[in-house]
């Protein structure tokens, strides 16, 4: 049964982390214009409807589980996850920059990378912790992966 505070964990992880997502959608909005109207894309990319759908629901499985962390981890191992947590998040949000805004694919794509092997270590991180918190990034690094996909695709088809 869920605390009774619990509940406001939640509610700050889930609007925090979806807020980044929402800030970053914003500041690369005419980026993303201009990349849908303009780039080649890969085989299997899908509308891009579909992106700021998919995000949303990542964004609230990653608040999710970092409220989790919070909730159930302790000490040193619970402040190391939610930093870890943080930085992917930072790496998150500036991977759309440079990718949108900037149009650096190449580099982007590196980013994205170094991006995943965070996502993989604060899930192993979490794992530590709270299994489930840890089986809710699972979407997200899948998500990671087929982004990997299309963010090279994009780099080799448009250099």
Known sequence: MMRNNNWKKYAVFILFTEAVGGIAGLITRKGTEIYNATVTKPALSPPAVVFPIAW?????LMGIGAARIAIYGEGIQRGKSLKLYLLQLGF????SILFFSFQAYGFAFLWLVALWGLIVWMTLSFSEIDGTAAWLQVPYLLWVLFAGYLNLGVW???R
């Not at 949303?56 to 609230?60: G, H």
């Open 92 to 95: 998150n949000f500036l991977w």
């Open 56 to 60: 949303a629901i990542l964004y609230a």
């Open 156 to 158: 080799l088809l448009n």
